[in-house]
Protein backbone atom coordinates (compact mmCIF):
# COMPACT_ATOMS: atom_id res chain seq x y z
CA UNK A 1 0.00 0.00 0.00
CA UNK A 2 1.30 3.49 -0.45
CA UNK A 3 1.55 5.84 1.98
CA UNK A 4 2.56 9.49 1.48
CA UNK A 5 3.99 11.64 3.90
CA UNK A 6 2.82 15.00 3.17
CA UNK A 7 4.22 18.62 4.07
CA UNK A 8 1.93 20.92 4.89
CA UNK A 9 3.92 23.64 4.77
CA UNK A 10 3.04 26.45 8.39
CA UNK A 11 -0.56 25.11 8.20
CA UNK A 12 -3.12 27.22 5.63
CA UNK A 13 -3.87 25.30 2.49
CA UNK A 14 -2.80 27.41 0.51
CA UNK A 15 0.96 26.58 0.84
CA UNK A 16 0.30 23.00 0.38
CA UNK A 17 2.30 22.17 -2.81
CA UNK A 18 0.48 20.63 -5.76
CA UNK A 19 2.40 17.59 -5.37
CA UNK A 20 1.43 17.08 -1.67
CA UNK A 21 -2.40 18.69 -3.16
CA UNK A 22 -2.25 15.68 -5.62
CA UNK A 23 -1.43 12.94 -2.99
CA UNK A 24 -4.13 13.98 -0.43
CA UNK A 25 -6.63 13.86 -2.91
CA UNK A 26 -5.57 10.16 -4.61
CA UNK A 27 -5.53 9.27 -0.67
CA UNK A 28 -8.70 7.67 0.68
CA UNK A 29 -7.33 8.21 4.51
CA UNK A 30 -6.20 11.22 6.11
CA UNK A 31 -4.07 11.25 9.41
CA UNK A 32 -2.40 13.44 11.21
CA UNK A 33 -2.65 16.40 13.90
CA UNK A 34 -6.49 17.97 13.71
CA UNK A 35 -4.99 21.26 13.12
CA UNK A 36 -3.74 19.79 9.70
CA UNK A 37 -6.49 17.53 9.09
CA UNK A 38 -9.57 19.84 9.40
CA UNK A 39 -8.50 21.21 6.45
CA UNK A 40 -9.55 18.36 4.23
CA UNK A 41 -12.57 17.99 5.96
CA UNK A 42 -14.99 18.42 2.75
CA UNK A 43 -12.96 15.85 0.84
CA UNK A 44 -15.61 13.05 1.83
CA UNK A 45 -12.51 11.42 3.28
CA UNK A 46 -11.61 9.10 6.18
CA UNK A 47 -10.15 11.51 8.55
CA UNK A 48 -8.05 10.06 11.27
CA UNK A 49 -7.02 13.04 14.03
CA UNK A 50 -4.02 11.79 15.77
CA UNK A 51 -0.19 13.03 15.88
CA UNK A 52 1.17 10.46 18.09
CA UNK A 53 3.73 8.12 15.84
CA UNK A 54 3.27 4.80 17.07
CA UNK A 55 -1.09 5.31 16.99
CA UNK A 56 -0.43 6.35 13.31
CA UNK A 57 1.51 3.22 12.52
CA UNK A 58 -0.45 0.92 14.07
CA UNK A 59 -3.59 2.41 11.77
CA UNK A 60 -1.57 2.11 9.10
CA UNK A 61 -0.20 -1.77 9.76
CA UNK A 62 -3.19 -2.69 9.98
CA UNK A 63 -4.88 -1.33 6.75
CA UNK A 64 -4.94 -3.66 3.67
CA UNK A 65 -4.50 -2.96 0.16
CA UNK A 66 -7.45 -2.02 -0.71
CA UNK A 67 -8.26 0.60 1.92
CA UNK A 68 -4.98 2.84 0.59
CA UNK A 69 -3.46 5.30 -0.48
CA UNK A 70 -3.28 7.25 2.82
CA UNK A 71 -1.94 10.21 3.38
CA UNK A 72 0.06 11.04 6.47
CA UNK A 73 -0.06 15.56 7.37
CA UNK A 74 2.44 16.90 9.15
CA UNK A 75 3.36 20.34 9.24
CA UNK A 76 5.98 22.50 7.89
CA UNK A 77 8.75 20.37 5.59
CA UNK A 78 8.95 16.02 6.13
CA UNK A 79 12.42 17.07 6.93
CA UNK A 80 12.70 19.51 9.30
CA UNK A 81 11.65 18.80 13.39
CA UNK A 82 8.75 16.50 11.68
CA UNK A 83 6.92 13.46 12.83
CA UNK A 84 7.41 12.27 9.28
CA UNK A 85 11.18 11.03 10.01
CA UNK A 86 9.41 8.34 12.55
CA UNK A 87 7.26 7.16 9.66
CA UNK A 88 9.88 6.04 6.99
CA UNK A 89 9.62 2.92 7.13
CA UNK A 90 6.09 1.47 8.02
CA UNK A 91 6.16 -2.46 7.18
CA UNK A 92 4.20 -3.46 3.98
CA UNK A 93 4.62 0.06 2.60
CA UNK A 94 5.65 2.21 0.40
CA UNK A 95 6.18 5.23 1.66
CA UNK A 96 6.37 8.57 -0.39
CA UNK A 97 7.91 11.59 0.82
CA UNK A 98 6.35 14.93 -0.40
CA UNK A 99 8.52 17.68 0.89
CA UNK A 100 6.41 21.12 1.89
CA UNK A 101 7.53 24.74 2.84
CA UNK A 102 9.11 24.77 6.33
CA UNK A 103 8.46 26.96 8.82
CA UNK A 104 11.99 27.86 8.50
CA UNK A 105 11.60 29.35 4.75
CA UNK A 106 8.47 31.09 5.21
CA UNK A 107 8.82 32.91 8.51
CA UNK A 108 12.61 34.06 6.99
CA UNK A 109 10.61 35.65 3.72
CA UNK A 110 7.99 37.14 6.21
CA UNK A 111 11.18 38.95 7.97
CA UNK A 112 13.21 39.38 4.96
CA UNK A 113 16.45 37.79 6.07
CA UNK A 114 17.98 34.40 4.68
CA UNK A 115 18.52 31.76 6.45
CA UNK A 116 21.08 30.04 4.81
CA UNK A 117 23.36 30.56 7.60
CA UNK A 118 20.80 30.37 10.58
CA UNK A 119 21.64 27.44 13.31
CA UNK A 120 18.21 25.73 14.21
CA UNK A 121 17.23 24.65 17.33
CA UNK A 122 13.51 23.09 18.74
CA UNK A 123 11.76 23.40 22.10
CA UNK A 124 8.74 21.84 20.86
CA UNK A 125 9.29 18.82 22.91
CA UNK A 126 13.14 18.52 23.07
CA UNK A 127 15.17 20.47 26.01
CA UNK A 128 17.75 22.42 23.77
CA UNK A 129 19.52 25.31 25.41
CA UNK A 130 18.91 28.31 23.02
CA UNK A 131 21.00 30.30 25.25
CA UNK A 132 23.50 28.46 24.34
CA UNK A 133 23.23 28.17 20.47
CA UNK A 134 23.20 32.31 21.05
CA UNK A 135 25.73 32.63 22.63
CA UNK A 136 27.49 30.94 19.51
CA UNK A 137 26.06 32.15 16.18
CA UNK A 138 24.88 35.15 14.91
CA UNK A 139 21.51 33.69 13.90
CA UNK A 140 19.08 31.17 15.61
CA UNK A 141 16.18 29.84 14.39
CA UNK A 142 13.93 28.53 17.50
CA UNK A 143 10.89 26.23 17.12
CA UNK A 144 8.47 27.21 20.28
CA UNK A 145 5.94 24.78 21.73
CA UNK A 146 3.82 23.90 24.94
CA UNK A 147 5.33 25.56 28.05
CA UNK A 148 8.31 26.67 26.58
CA UNK A 149 7.11 29.89 25.06
CA UNK A 150 8.46 32.53 23.23
CA UNK A 151 8.34 34.67 27.18
CA UNK A 152 10.18 31.85 28.55
CA UNK A 153 12.60 31.76 26.35
CA UNK A 154 13.43 35.33 26.12
CA UNK A 155 13.75 35.17 29.81
CA UNK A 156 16.70 32.32 29.64
CA UNK A 157 18.03 34.92 27.09
CA UNK A 158 17.60 37.46 29.72
CA UNK A 159 19.38 35.50 32.85
CA UNK A 160 22.23 34.54 30.20
CA UNK A 161 23.26 38.26 30.17
CA UNK A 162 21.44 38.00 26.46
CA UNK A 163 18.73 40.41 26.96
CA UNK A 164 20.05 42.74 24.43
CA UNK A 165 19.61 40.69 21.10
CA UNK A 166 16.85 41.34 19.12
CA UNK A 167 14.39 38.97 18.13
CA UNK A 168 11.55 38.09 15.50
CA UNK A 169 8.74 36.47 16.28
CA UNK A 170 6.26 34.88 14.08
CA UNK A 171 2.96 33.97 15.44
CA UNK A 172 0.18 31.41 13.81
CA UNK A 173 2.17 31.81 10.64
CA UNK A 174 -0.01 31.57 7.55
CA UNK A 175 -3.22 32.34 9.14
CA UNK A 176 -5.48 35.03 9.37
CA UNK A 177 -4.61 35.88 12.90
CA UNK A 178 -0.76 35.96 11.85
CA UNK A 179 1.69 38.44 13.84
CA UNK A 180 5.12 39.00 13.02
CA UNK A 181 7.00 41.15 16.12
CA UNK A 182 10.51 42.39 16.64
CA UNK A 183 12.22 43.67 19.73
CA UNK A 184 14.63 42.80 22.19
CA UNK A 185 14.64 40.12 24.20
CA UNK A 186 14.29 41.87 27.15
CA UNK A 187 11.00 43.47 25.82
CA UNK A 188 9.81 40.00 24.78
CA UNK A 189 10.38 38.61 28.22
CA UNK A 190 7.69 40.79 29.21
CA UNK A 191 5.17 40.16 26.87
CA UNK A 192 2.69 36.90 27.15
CA UNK A 193 3.80 35.50 23.72
CA UNK A 194 2.33 32.26 23.41
CA UNK A 195 0.71 29.66 20.90
CA UNK A 196 1.98 28.77 18.11
CA UNK A 197 5.35 30.39 17.46
CA UNK A 198 8.18 30.86 15.81
CA UNK A 199 11.74 32.79 16.70
CA UNK A 200 14.66 34.37 15.19
CA UNK A 201 17.58 35.70 17.09
CA UNK A 202 20.15 38.18 16.24
CA UNK A 203 23.44 37.94 17.92
CA UNK A 204 26.16 40.82 15.94
CA UNK A 205 28.88 39.66 18.45
CA UNK A 206 28.52 35.51 19.20
CA UNK A 207 31.33 33.85 20.41
CA UNK A 208 34.27 32.80 18.41
CA UNK A 209 34.21 29.11 17.18
CA UNK A 210 37.58 29.53 18.28
CA UNK A 211 36.23 29.03 21.88
CA UNK A 212 37.96 25.65 23.79
CA UNK A 213 35.42 22.70 24.98
CA UNK A 214 38.47 21.54 27.20
CA UNK A 215 40.73 23.22 28.82
CA UNK A 216 39.89 26.27 29.08
CA UNK A 217 42.38 29.82 31.16
CA UNK A 218 41.98 29.94 34.34
CA UNK A 219 41.51 33.99 33.32
CA UNK A 220 38.44 33.19 31.96
CA UNK A 221 36.71 32.66 35.03
CA UNK A 222 35.31 35.14 37.90
CA UNK A 223 37.17 33.50 40.49
CA UNK A 224 37.56 36.23 43.32
CA UNK A 225 38.58 34.74 46.77
CA UNK A 226 37.17 31.24 45.83
CA UNK A 227 39.09 28.40 45.69
CA UNK A 228 39.83 27.08 41.79
CA UNK A 229 41.00 23.66 40.06
CA UNK A 230 44.12 25.50 38.01
CA UNK A 231 43.72 24.50 34.12
CA UNK A 232 46.89 21.95 34.39
CA UNK A 233 44.75 20.30 36.50
CA UNK A 234 41.56 20.69 35.18
CA UNK A 235 42.60 19.19 32.03
CA UNK A 236 43.99 15.86 33.41
CA UNK A 237 41.62 15.45 36.07
CA UNK A 238 38.45 15.87 33.78
CA UNK A 239 40.44 13.68 31.47
CA UNK A 240 40.40 11.09 33.87
CA UNK A 241 36.73 11.08 34.59
CA UNK A 242 36.20 10.91 30.54
CA UNK A 243 32.54 12.27 30.75
CA UNK A 244 30.18 11.13 28.11
CA UNK A 245 27.54 13.22 26.27
CA UNK A 246 24.43 12.30 27.90
CA UNK A 247 25.87 11.71 31.49
CA UNK A 248 24.67 13.00 34.70
CA UNK A 249 28.15 14.60 36.11
CA UNK A 250 28.36 15.63 40.19
CA UNK A 251 30.56 18.40 40.64
CA UNK A 252 31.02 18.27 44.38
CA UNK A 253 32.84 20.99 46.02
CA UNK A 254 32.71 23.13 42.71
CA UNK A 255 34.46 26.36 43.87
CA UNK A 256 34.51 28.79 40.83
CA UNK A 257 32.68 26.22 38.53
CA UNK A 258 35.81 25.90 36.57
CA UNK A 259 35.08 22.40 36.49
CA UNK A 260 31.22 22.64 36.40
CA UNK A 261 31.69 24.68 33.18
CA UNK A 262 34.33 22.32 31.58
CA UNK A 263 32.02 19.43 32.38
CA UNK A 264 28.99 21.12 31.27
CA UNK A 265 30.15 21.54 28.10
CA UNK A 266 31.60 18.25 27.26
CA UNK A 267 27.99 16.96 28.44
CA UNK A 268 25.67 18.63 26.05
CA UNK A 269 23.50 16.22 26.66
CA UNK A 270 23.93 15.00 30.16
CA UNK A 271 23.43 17.24 33.44
CA UNK A 272 25.88 18.51 35.78
CA UNK A 273 24.57 19.06 39.22
CA UNK A 274 27.39 21.43 41.04
CA UNK A 275 28.00 20.88 45.02
CA UNK A 276 29.20 23.74 47.10
CA UNK A 277 28.49 25.12 50.68
CA UNK A 278 30.60 28.63 50.05
CA UNK A 279 27.81 30.80 49.80
CA UNK A 280 30.50 33.20 47.74
CA UNK A 281 31.61 30.22 45.82
CA UNK A 282 27.75 29.56 44.69
CA UNK A 283 27.15 33.06 43.49
CA UNK A 284 30.51 32.63 41.31
CA UNK A 285 29.51 29.44 40.24
CA UNK A 286 26.51 30.81 39.27
CA UNK A 287 28.35 33.90 37.28
CA UNK A 288 30.65 31.48 35.71
CA UNK A 289 27.86 28.92 33.98
CA UNK A 290 26.42 32.45 32.66
CA UNK A 291 29.55 33.70 31.21
CA UNK A 292 29.86 30.62 29.13
CA UNK A 293 25.35 30.66 28.59
CA UNK A 294 25.44 26.64 30.09
CA UNK A 295 22.46 25.68 31.06
CA UNK A 296 22.73 22.23 31.91
CA UNK A 297 23.68 22.84 35.04
CA UNK A 298 21.42 22.61 38.74
CA UNK A 299 23.60 24.36 41.56
CA UNK A 300 23.12 22.21 45.06
CA UNK A 301 23.79 24.34 47.75
CA UNK A 302 24.71 22.84 51.23
CA UNK A 303 26.42 19.96 52.43
CA UNK A 304 26.85 17.38 49.49
CA UNK A 305 26.13 14.39 51.61
CA UNK A 306 23.25 15.39 52.94
CA UNK A 307 21.45 17.02 49.77
CA UNK A 308 22.59 14.66 47.30
CA UNK A 309 19.74 11.96 48.26
CA UNK A 310 16.80 13.80 45.80
CA UNK A 311 19.47 14.42 42.95
CA UNK A 312 19.27 11.34 40.19
CA UNK A 313 22.51 9.03 40.35
CA UNK A 314 26.02 10.07 38.53
CA UNK A 315 27.37 8.61 35.85
CA UNK A 316 30.48 10.08 37.13
CA UNK A 317 31.81 12.46 39.87
CA UNK A 318 34.61 15.02 40.42
CA UNK A 319 35.39 15.58 43.86
CA UNK A 320 37.38 18.69 44.74
CA UNK A 321 36.57 19.49 48.13
CA UNK A 322 34.60 17.37 50.59
CA UNK A 323 34.54 19.61 53.96
CA UNK A 324 35.75 16.44 56.03
CA UNK A 325 33.25 14.39 54.87
CA UNK A 326 35.04 12.45 52.02
CA UNK A 327 33.55 8.69 53.59
CA UNK A 328 29.94 10.24 53.79
CA UNK A 329 30.01 11.62 50.00
CA UNK A 330 31.22 8.26 48.16
CA UNK A 331 29.17 5.98 50.34
CA UNK A 332 25.98 8.72 49.18
CA UNK A 333 27.38 8.19 45.65
CA UNK A 334 27.87 4.67 45.94
CA UNK A 335 24.60 3.96 47.19
CA UNK A 336 22.96 5.69 44.18
CA UNK A 337 25.45 4.26 41.39
CA UNK A 338 27.83 1.54 42.54
CA UNK A 339 29.50 1.71 38.94
CA UNK A 340 29.89 5.19 39.23
CA UNK A 341 33.33 6.90 37.33
CA UNK A 342 34.87 9.05 40.02
CA UNK A 343 38.22 10.98 39.85
CA UNK A 344 39.13 13.13 43.36
CA UNK A 345 42.01 15.30 43.77
CA UNK A 346 44.28 16.13 47.32
CA UNK A 347 46.75 18.32 47.86
CA UNK A 348 47.77 16.95 51.85
CA UNK A 349 49.14 13.36 52.11
CA UNK A 350 46.66 12.92 54.62
CA UNK A 351 43.69 13.40 52.09
CA UNK A 352 45.73 10.90 49.72
CA UNK A 353 45.74 8.37 53.05
CA UNK A 354 41.72 9.07 53.74
CA UNK A 355 41.30 8.32 50.09
CA UNK A 356 43.54 5.13 49.66
CA UNK A 357 42.42 3.46 53.01
CA UNK A 358 38.98 4.11 51.80
CA UNK A 359 39.47 1.71 48.45
CA UNK A 360 41.38 -0.48 50.52
CA UNK A 361 38.26 -2.21 51.55
CA UNK A 362 36.71 -1.52 48.56
CA UNK A 363 37.82 -4.76 46.30
CA UNK A 364 35.28 -4.09 43.30
CA UNK A 365 37.00 -0.61 42.79
CA UNK A 366 40.55 -0.04 40.99
CA UNK A 367 42.07 3.35 42.20
CA UNK A 368 44.76 4.94 40.02
CA UNK A 369 46.99 7.38 41.66
CA UNK A 370 48.73 10.39 39.58
CA UNK A 371 51.05 13.04 40.64
CA UNK A 372 50.74 16.16 38.56
CA UNK A 373 54.20 18.76 39.62
CA UNK A 374 53.22 21.79 37.41
CA UNK A 375 55.70 24.77 36.47
CA UNK A 376 54.35 27.81 35.29
CA UNK A 377 56.94 30.91 33.94
CA UNK A 378 56.70 34.23 35.11
CA UNK A 379 58.78 37.02 33.51
CA UNK A 380 61.88 38.54 35.95
CA UNK A 381 63.41 41.16 33.51
CA UNK A 382 64.96 39.68 29.86
CA UNK A 383 64.43 35.91 31.41
CA UNK A 384 61.80 33.51 32.50
CA UNK A 385 62.13 31.61 35.40
CA UNK A 386 60.08 28.46 36.30
CA UNK A 387 57.61 28.88 39.41
CA UNK A 388 56.32 25.18 41.04
CA UNK A 389 53.25 24.85 41.84
CA UNK A 390 51.84 22.87 44.94
CA UNK A 391 52.03 18.96 43.28
CA UNK A 392 48.78 17.50 43.37
CA UNK A 393 47.26 14.01 43.62
CA UNK A 394 44.70 12.83 41.12
CA UNK A 395 42.82 9.71 42.21
CA UNK A 396 40.63 7.56 39.31
CA UNK A 397 38.33 4.99 41.04
CA UNK A 398 36.73 2.84 38.73
CA UNK A 399 34.68 -0.47 39.20
CA UNK A 400 36.70 -3.11 37.99
CA UNK A 401 34.53 -4.05 35.20
CA UNK A 402 34.19 -0.92 33.90
CA UNK A 403 38.01 -0.14 33.52
CA UNK A 404 38.60 2.24 30.98
Known amino acids: MKVYIVGMGPGHPDFLTIQGKRAVEESQVILGDR ?58 CTVISCPGISSLAYFAAKVRTPWHDAYCVSRH ?16 FCLTGGSDTVSLICRELCQAGLGHVRVDVGQNLSYEDEQILSGTAEEMAAQDIG ?15 TT ?15 PMTKRSVRAVAISHLAPQAGDCVYDIGSGTGSCTVELARQTPFGHVFAFEIDEEALSLVQENCRRFAVENVSIVPGDAAETMEPIPAPDCAFIGGTKGKMTDILDGIYGKNAACRIVMTAITIETLADITAYYKEKKRYTLDITQLSAAESRRVGPYHMMTGQNPVYILTALPKEGRL
Do not use: Q, W
Not at 39 to 48: D, N, P, T
Not at 126 to 132: F, K
Not at 212 to 226: E, I, K, M, W
Open 212 to 226: PVHGLPDDAFVRSGA
Open 35 to 92: RMTEAFSSLGKKIISTYKPSEIRRVLASMEDGDGPAAVVVSGDVGFFSLGRLLTDIPG
Open 195 to 209: GLAVMMIYNDHPLPT
Open 125 to 140: GRRESVAAAVYGHHKV
